[in-house]
């Protein structure tokens, strides 16, 4: 990790569950950590929990990822206090209730905002801001295996309405991203991540207790993206898939 040693990683929906978990890696192993989300209050409580000596390496900008003039004033922040991004782990996602095909029009579309258009904005800006200071910079998208399958792989589960598309969707971002960068002659990285069940808040309680203890927990999942993120500078980790042991899809 020698080389990533106070370069700035940008995690969106770093206030929760594996953004987290991946902000407060990332900033033990001696990177600046830019923490987006909306709730502050929790980026606050995070940077308050991590030891002294790290505390300084970890920032926080409240930002809704969806919108796309906060992830515009957001980057504009870090370029000029921290003079621009090396590392980029888009994490922000959300699940609403309801079916696709009877769910209210403005949740699907909400859906789709936070978890593709999101992510969209910040890898442009990531991208952007790799390419003009040419750092051989990290793109991470964390997926996952819905969004792999691209649709709800157990009949017993409830639909995943419109998180599944959008993750689908982030596939094709992803692989479309490492093909342009190719074509740029470009040395950034891009990775998927993509995880089955992780015990955050995004899953509902009863869904936990009915997985028990084959779940995944947050730090899995950041362990992962380290491990990426480590990998020499001529290698590249396309995408990781994890599966608690015994989760079936
Ligand atoms: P959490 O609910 O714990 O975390 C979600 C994070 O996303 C929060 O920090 C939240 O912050 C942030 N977020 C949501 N909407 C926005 C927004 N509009 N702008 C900025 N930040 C936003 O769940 P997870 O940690 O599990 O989720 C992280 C990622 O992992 C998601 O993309 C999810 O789809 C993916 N994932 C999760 C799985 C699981 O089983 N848990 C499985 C596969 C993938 P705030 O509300 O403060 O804005």
Redesign the pocket.
């Known amino acids: 990790m020698d080389r990533w040693q106070n370069r700035v990683a940008v995690v969106?929906?770093?206030?929760?569950?594996?953004?987290?978990?991946c902000a407060r890696l990332l900033v033990a192993a001696g990177l600046q950590v830019v923490g987006?989300?909306?709730?502050?209050e929790?980026?606050q409580k995070l940077r308050e929990s991590l030891p002294e000596e790290q505390r300084k390496r970890f920032h926080q900008h409240a930002?809704?990822?969806?919108?796309e003039a906060?992830v515009d004033a957001a980057f504009e922040w870090i370029e000029r206090e921290l003079g621009g991004v090396d590392v980029m782990v888009?994490?922000?996602?959300?699940?609403l209730g309801g079916q696709l095909i009877d769910m209210p029009t403005k949740d699907i579309a909400?859906t789709l905002?936070?978890?593709l258009m999101?992510s969209i904005y910040c890898t442009k800006l990531a991208a952007s801001s790799m390419r003009r200071r040419q750092v051989a910079g990290h793109l991470f998208f964390?997926?996952?295996?819905?969004?792999v399958a691209g649709y709800k792989p157990d009949p017993a589960d409830e639909s995943l309405n419109a998180?599944t598309p959008?993750?689908f969707g982030l596939t094709a971002v992803h692989e479309i991203c490492r093909q342009e960068l190719i074509q740029k002659g470009s040395k950034i990285k891009t990775t998927s991540?993509?995880?089955?069940?992780?015990?955050?808040?995004?899953?509902p309680d009863e869904t936990k207790a009915k997985l028990g203890e084959v779940?995944?927990q947050?730090d899995d999942?950041a362990q992962a993206v380290m491990y990426a993120l480590a990998t020499p500078p001529h290698a590249q980790v396309e995408q990781i898939t994890l599966r608690a042991v015994g989760e079936y899809f």
């Open positions: 969106s929906g770093a206030s929760s569950g594996i953004g987290a978990a987006l989300a909306r709730r502050t929790r980026l930002c809704d990822v969806s919108e906060q888009n994490n922000a996602g959300i699940v909400s905002q936070t978890n999101g964390v997926n996952s295996t819905a969004g998180y959008s993750k991540i993509n995880p089955g069940w992780v015990a955050t808040e995004i899953v779940i995944l947050a999942v």
